[in-house]
């Protein structure tokens, strides 16, 4: 095979896994039109298309899927050797790609990463900052940070923080004019702060649990937010009773701008976990990530 075919094929894997000319040219470090004539190109040379495009959408055809299932364990083992023969160097190197939500890269990932990136100058990274649950193999991420419970059972899972709680919380000044609530049905009595996924939509059912008895409660209230920093100052500006995850809410709930209720109702659950693929090979780089993160979790 010639250089400049392996070149084309890379071409087209990124096409196809960007899903857009505009996003893989930026990828590759290439003009959109020199990108689009490497794959004419390439189809050209090989007599079949591979991409179904229009004005809106892009796609692989029947013939592109054949070729990437052919491509991407090849493309994947060169990249490994590659990243294997950095590995000989002194220090640890190469690329570590992460999903994770946005209070977990707060408050476990960048601790860790602060510390790996003064440490290893030869390791980058790539966090992506999502709310909803990604397919990490799909996406082709290293790693993804998720609480335990929500990990497929296929994946190793380390764990890499604290047992975590709900808290349902409001400002002294609403429960002093509405009540306290004593049991989650009491709720329906009250004002509360709805959140609203960003991805899927729907609002969030409260979750609460006691003696074995769980309950999913689907609040009312004047506001819906899909925005935890917007949650927690509409609480505590006394607009209703918000619930959250409790280390979000501890300064508050220490300086007393929010009181917690029905404390009783939220036992402990599995907390923050690093998971990836079984069948993955940990680099050194992505095995000091790891490291970090774990070390860290000791020292909570």
Same mark, same amino acid.
């Given at each position: ?24 040219? &930026? ?24 991409? &179904? ?188 009773? &918000? ?58």
């Amino acid at each position: 095979m010639q250089r400049d075919q392996l070149t084309d094929l890379n071409a087209f894997l990124t096409v196809a896994d960007q899903g857009s000319f505009t996003r893989a040219a &930026a990828k590759l470090g290439t003009s959109q039109s020199s990108l689009s004539h490497t794959i004419t190109r390439l189809e050209a040379r090989l007599g079949v298309r591979l991409l &179904a495009r229009n004005t809106r959408s892009l796609a692989p055809t029947e013939a592109g899927e054949r070729l990437l299932a052919a491509l991407r364990p090849a493309l994947d083992q060169i990249a490994g050797g590659i990243v294997a023969l950095g590995e000989l160097r002194d220090k640890p190197s190469g690329n570590i790609r992460i999903t994770v939500s946005e209070d977990g890269a707060t408050r476990l990932l960048w601790p860790a990463l602060d510390r790996i990136l003064a440490e290893y100058p030869d390791i980058t990274v790539e966090v992506q900052v999502a709310s909803e649950f990604t397919d990490i193999v799909a996406d082709r991420f290293d790693a993804g940070i998720r609480l335990g419970e929500s990990i497929a059972k296929d994946m190793i899972a380390v764990p890499i923080g604290p047992e975590q709680r709900m808290a349902a919380v409001a400002s002294p000044g609403y429960f002093a004019a509405r009540g306290i609530p004593l049991t989650p049905a009491d709720l329906a009595d009250h004002d509360c702060i709805n959140l609203r996924f960003m991805t899927q939509g729907g609002l969030y059912a409260w979750e609460f649990e006691k003696d074995g008895r769980e309950l999913n409660v689907r609040v009312d209230g004047r506001l819906t937010l899909n925005s935890v920093p917007l949650i927690l100052r509409a609480a505590c500006a006394g607009y209703g009773i &918000a619930y959250l995850m409790e280390p979000i809410m501890q300064p508050y709930l220490a300086s007393g701008e929010l009181v917690r209720v029905l404390e009783d109702w939220c036992p402990p659950f599995a907390g923050y976990h690093l998971y990836y693929p079984s069948r993955r090979q940990p680099s050194a780089a992505f095995s000091v990530l790891v490291n970090a993160l774990r070390e860290n979790a000791l020292r909570a």
